[in-house]
């Protein structure tokens, strides 16, 4: 194990993979020699040549919709959006030909291209630079969406979404690129649609990804201090979606708080507090709570985006509020 | 809270009933426990009380049809009920109805039995439950009424229905201990079990007047209080049992399926209780030892019975068992013979008992022995013989202690009825010589008036005294009768001398002289002749 | 290059084979034994199969809503593309992509595709593909007019001549985006001025003379495999029905369309045929007569396909 960023995991997951199969490759706005507007294909340039690391025009929907008419025809692209908030420029190439294909198609195409996007509040960038909109992404069949906060899951998950044949958005935090993790030294990766508990607890669940997680978990730790015991689960992966291991904990638990950085109202948390509603109802001895974002915009100032994002009190305010 | 009115479930076969007429109109107050309607089932018609207190807000369930058990038949308001909640608990019976009586069938009756509609807080949507928890009190059959919430807004929570289930537990059930067949628990159930199983218990039970050996015990108590030796009645019982065995060898006999061992040795068993169950060390060889040596050998296995000691050869070899729960209260019982033996003896407590003898009431003691005899071996009339004889050894146990009868007047009961010849007698000069000690001048006085006059004269003694009597009924006092008819006696008289004394008194006397004769002078006749 | 006769009469054979197909299409639709809605390439065959004439196995071509005659240009099979326009299990798709989702990757068809605009960027990326992979392949887009007023036009074609990626949009000019006609979308003439925008090469030609179109395509495919970069070719052409089966095309004239389909691509090339001495009426009809019968078998088989089973409903979301 070694300390890394989760920017430089997610380069080693790129490089590796570029240097297994020869079908990918990288495209985006300022990937090359830029390194990426976060770092992240840093050194690739140098590593892969211009061939196979390709700076785009400021094309979104070219960008998407070549690596989707490249990866039909046989090559794996990771074509990089750099704000997750662009994505609607792209959409009708992920919505209308990425994800459906396969199923258009009788089975006959492959669209095995990840998508990767950076997403996430916190660090000033307002309204169009600061969104997490992963839950319309789940609502498309036939992409799979993933969502790593730890830079060991970005890594593994990431390899496993290039080695995927189907189409997968791989959703950053922007606010996560610089935070460090224990990384497994060498080949590794981590199945797609595997929850993974970060903290066993007895009183309740925690669902929470993406940043989210390290707010959970330090939220967790409060509560710990007054006797309350948080199991706190990570899916990392939303499509696809481990119910069983969330279930599992709520049987034993009873309790559910599904936390998320995106806003409440339309949010992957109602989804997830549907799919326990329907299939787990029994198990719960209270009602489920949601902590997410107000239904509004981003805001730019400092005190008013700290008062969107979620933070450790609120989660700690939902969980008491079972006991 | 709107609530709904179900038809209710009367009786154990109860599937529908129908509607005589509703006792209450719409909009009429009701309360908890008065008549709402009349049901008529298979059976009988019932009145059916209002479960809550409220107004009877609408009626669905029409008189003279018929409904599946508890089908919505109407809608109670509570205090505190708006419209809106109302009609939404009316339109959702409505519907509950309409589905019940549209799904006819049996399946539907079925399905609506097994699953009736919930009643309480359904329809108000103010979900008081965590669906955890109303999982877990469905699968334990706990009423969640019964629960006081927890939870967030009094929500029943999953914890209060563990906590409400360990307290109602604790009050009702008993704590489940798994019996290890090695331990002496599982070791006596084993052996009671196949005892009951394998031998043809018959008990006969039988009572045994015990006042002589009290007696007899306090007797050889009083003498050994030196030695500081104290028998107790099992002491007695090992010996009189002993004996009889002896005299009874079929009964002193171990058997298996296949044979029967009439036993050299009598060695009587005596069960001592332990906190974890029964030991029964024996006493060897009975007959041969005294009842010092008895009680000696019975309070040292019972001692190192209790410390866990007992050799177990002390133990084997048994051929007889004496069982006492006298201590206990217990009358009479059916002991289970401890195999391989062939007859217990369970030993009852003893009670005093006023009894009639000769005449007069005795406060006795009785103790009931019951005799458990296998019947395979041992015929019913040759164990009422053995606890014949047993019990005639305890009836009569001077004999075999050289001692004789002590204290016999202290069993007599003083009535306050009808008083002997005696009583009366003694009450008389007690009377009397109480009266010397309080007033001895009234004493001497009466004394010397009658002196004179009951002395050797011209008329004898006897004369003067059988005149006595003839006045005494004369002048109706039981009393002077009884002095009289005594004094008379002692001076000579017969007792038919007496009676024609008495018929002198009747002569002139009557009724009421007639009616002491035959009574009381009587009666005095028979106590103090011969 | 000069074609052969035999060539040539390929080329008829191949816009009849279209023209039959869609033909028959439209009989079917208006029988209802169809669902859904269909694009019919009636009218407009030439450019199909001048393009696809030019076509080698390795390359792709990226088709639009209108997509029949695309797929029967590339060689895509008659049967399983009826059965697919009739919902069958046999159809290409299994019945699960309908008429506007027919593809054959095998075939380097991507696809029929319902958004207007949306293949530009496919074509593009599998034209990357041919050069990243070095397979010599090109990637044809068909397109039509209205499509080169959306983005997806603009940014693959500034990014295939960036990267000089070997492909060639074919513009099929019928003069109309559904009812709006050219000269109300857009205030120019000739799509193909366009292509100076990007830095590419544009031309105009008769998309109803297969000849023409032929030529066009056997050029800017030579240009596009020796690594030249992208060419935009415009057909002018038009199509005989409306935009859709049932639409009362208000918004042209008879007159218009008289003089368009005076302008039939198949007769005109029967015509040239037989004034090159290319093809007597006798061979015409031969061809005809076998092209109805194909058709016709197509038919059948597609009418004899079950509908797809209920477990397709949910199969094929995602790989395995």
Redesign the interface.
């Known amino acids: 194990m070694a300390e890394k960023t989760y920017s430089q995991a997610i380069n080693e997951a790129l490089e590796e993979e570029m240097r297994r199969d020869e079908k990918v490759y990288i495209l985006g706005e300022d990937v090359g020699a830029f390194g990426g507007c976060f770092g992240v294909t840093t050194g690739l340039l140098e590593k892969f040549g211009a061939e196979r690391v390709l700076d785009a025009p400021i094309s979104e929907t070219a960008i998407m919709g070549s690596a989707v008419g490249a990866a039909v025809a046989g090559l794996r692209p990771v074509p990089e959006i750099m704000f997750v908030d662009f994505v609607g420029v792209c959409l009708d190439e992920l919505l209308n030909q990425a994800a459906k294909m396969h199923y258009m198609f009788g089975g006959k195409a492959k669209v095995p291209l990840t998508l990767r996007m950076a997403g996430g509040a916190g660090v000033g960038a307002a309204a169009q630079h600061s969104q997490s909109l992963e839950a319309f992404m789940c609502h498309i069949p036939g992409i799979k969406v993933v969502m790593p906060a730890t830079a060991a899951d970005a890594k593994g998950l990431l390899k496993s979404a290039i080695r995927d044949d189907n189409p997968v958005v791989f959703l950053e935090h922007k606010a996560l690129y610089g935070a460090s993790g224990e990384v497994p030294e060498g080949e590794y990766t981590i199945p797609l649609g595997k929850a993974d508990i970060k903290r066993e607890g007895k009183d309740v669940t925690i669902l929470a990804y993406s940043m989210m997680l390290h707010k959970a978990l330090a939220a967790a730790e409060t509560l710990a201090l007054e006797g309350i015991e948080a199991e706190v689960i990570d899916p990392r992966t939303l499509v696809p979606f481990d119910k069983e291991t969330l279930y599992k904990s709520i049987e034993k638990t ?1 309790r559910l708080v599904i936390v998320h950085e995106a806003v409440k109202q339309g949010g992957f948390g109602g989804e997830i507090a549907a799919m326990v509603a329907e299939e787990c ?7 489920i709570k949601r902590v997410a974002a107000p239904f509004t915009p981003i805001p730019f100032a400092s005190n008013l985006e700290a008062a969107y994002i979620p933070d450790e009190a609120k989660i700690i305010e939902a969980v008491k ?2 006991f | 809270m709107a609530q709904i009115m179900l038809m209710p479930k009367l009786g154990l076969t109860m599937k529908k009933g129908k509607i005589v007429s509703w006792l209450k109109n719409e909009g009429e107050a009701v309360a908890l426990g008065e008549a709402l309607l009349e049901v008529m089932t298979e059976k009988v018609n019932i009145k059916v009380e209002s479960p809550y207190n409220g107004v009877l807000y609408k009626i669905i369930g029409a008189p003279g049809s018929n409904y599946p058990i508890s089908v919505p038949l109407a809608v109670l308001a509570e205090e505190g009920d708006g419209a809106a909640a109302l009609e939404a608990a009316l339109d959702e019976a409505k519907s509950v109805l309409q589905a019940a009586l549209a799904g006819g069938s049996d399946d539907a009756e079925k399905k609506k039995e097994a699953k009736p509609v919930k009643p309480f807080g359904v329809f108000a949507g103010t ?1 008081k439950v ?6 877990l009190a469905d699968k334990e059959g706990v009423a969640l009424g019964l629960i006081n919430g927890s ?2 807004n009094g ?1 029943v ?3 209060d229905v563990l906590n409400y289930i360990a307290q109602v537990k604790g009050e009702t059930t008993s704590e489940l201990r798994p019996i290890d067949p090695q331990s002496m628990r599982g070791v006596i159930a084993d052996r009671m079990i196949k005892s009951r199983r394998e031998a043809a218990h018959v008990t006969l039970m039988k009572e045994v007047d015990m006042t002589s050996l009290k007696d007899v015990r306090e007797q050889l108590n009083a003498l050994g209080a030196d030695k500081r030796v104290k028998f107790s009645f099992t002491d007695f019982l090992v010996k009189f049992t002993g004996q009889a065995l002896a005299e009874f060898p079929l009964v002193n006999s171990r058997s298996t399926d296949k044979e029967i061992e009439l036993a050299k040795s009598i060695n009587v068993g005596v069960a001592v209780a332990l906190e974890e169950g029964l030991v029964v060390p024996n006493v060897k060889n009975v007959p041969i030892l005294t009842l010092e040596q008895i009680s000696a050998k019975i309070k040292d296995l019972a001692a190192r019975a209790r410390n866990s000691e007992l050799d177990p050869s002390e133990i084997e070899q048994g051929t007889f068992t004496i069982t006492n729960l006298g201590a206990y209260g217990v009358e009479g019982f059916t002991p289970i013979i401890n195999r391989p033996e062939t007859a217990i003896l369970g030993v009852g407590t003893i009670r005093q008992k006023p009894i009639m003898v000769d005449s007069r009431l005795e406060n006795r003691s009785f103790m009931t022995l019951s005799l458990s005899l296998d019947h395979r071996i041992i015929d019913g009339s040759l164990a009422a013989d053995f606890l014949g004889r047993l019990i005639e050894m305890l009836e009569n146990p001077y004999p075999w202690f050289q001692l004789q009868p002590q204290g016999n007047d202290d069993l007599l009961i003083k009535t306050g009825g009808i008083e002997t010849p005696h009583d009366l007698l003694e009450a008389f000069s007690g009377g009397l010589a109480e009266l010397k000690e309080d007033a001895p001048e009234l004493a001497i006085g009466f004394e010397s008036l009658m002196a004179p006059v009951f002395c050797e004269g011209e008329l004898g003694i006897m004369e003067k005294e059988l005149m006595a009597v003839a006045v005494a009924i004369y002048g109706k006092c039981e009393y002077c009768i009884a002095a009289h008819v005594y004094n008379a006696m002692n001076a000579g008289a017969s007792g038919d001398q007496v009676m024609e004394a008495a018929g002198v008194a009747v002569a002139f006397g009557g009724g009421p002289a007639m009616a002491y004769t035959v009574t009381k002078v009587r009666e005095c006749v028979k106590a103090f002749g011969g | 290059m000069a074609l052969s006769k035999e060539q040539m009469l390929d080329l008829y054979r191949q816009m009849r084979m279209i023209r039959e197909f869609e033909e028959t299409v439209a009989k079917f639709f208006s029988q209802g034994q169809i669902p859904g809605f269909v694009h019919l390439y009636i009218g407009e065959e030439a450019v199909a199969t001048g393009v696809c004439a030019n076509l080698e196995k390795q390359d792709y071509i990226a088709s639009t809503h209108r997509g029949h005659g695309h797929g029967i240009a590339r060689g895509a099979s008659l049967n399983k593309m009826m059965a697919e326009i009739f919902g069958r299990a046999d159809g290409e798709c299994k019945g699960k992509g309908g008429s506007m989702h027919i593809a054959d990757v095998e075939l380097g068809f991507l696809g029929a595709n319902g958004i207007v605009g949306a293949g530009l960027p496919l074509a593009t990326g599998a034209g990357f593909a041919a050069k990243y992979m070095k397979t010599n392949g090109v990637a044809i887009c068909f397109f039509g007019d209205a499509s080169s007023n959306r983005g997806t036009f603009h940014e693959s074609l500034n990014m295939a001549s960036i990267q000089k990626l070997p492909v060639v949009f074919v513009n099929e000019n019928n003069m109309y985006g559904i009812s709006m006609s050219q000269e109300r979308h857009q205030n120019i003439t000739d799509i193909a001025d366009r292509a100076g925008s990007y830095g590419m090469p544009g031309m105009v030609v008769d998309g109803n003379d297969v000849m023409a179109v032929y030529e066009a395509a056997e050029e800017a495919v030579k240009r596009a495999r020796a690594g030249g970069g992208p060419v935009l070719i415009e057909c002018k052409t038009y199509r005989h029905h409306g935009h859709f089966e049932g639409d009362p095309c208000v918004y042209r004239c008879d007159e218009e369309v008289n003089t368009w389909k005076a302008k039939d691509p198949l007769p005109r090339f029967v015509n040239r045929l037989q004034e090159m001495k290319m093809a007597t009426e006798a061979e015409i009809n031969q061809i005809d007569i076998e092209v109805k019968k194909i058709i016709a078998d197509a038919v059948e088989f597609a009418q004899n396909s079950p509908v797809p089973s209920l477990d397709e409903l949910t199969s094929d979301v995602y790989c395995d």
Do not use: I, T
């Not at chain 2, 965590?130 to 999982?135: G, I, M, T, Y």
């Open positions: 009873g109802f029994d198990s719960l001895d209270a009602s509020s079972f | 979900g965590s669906p955890r928890a109303a999982k939870g967030p929500k929570v999953e914890e």
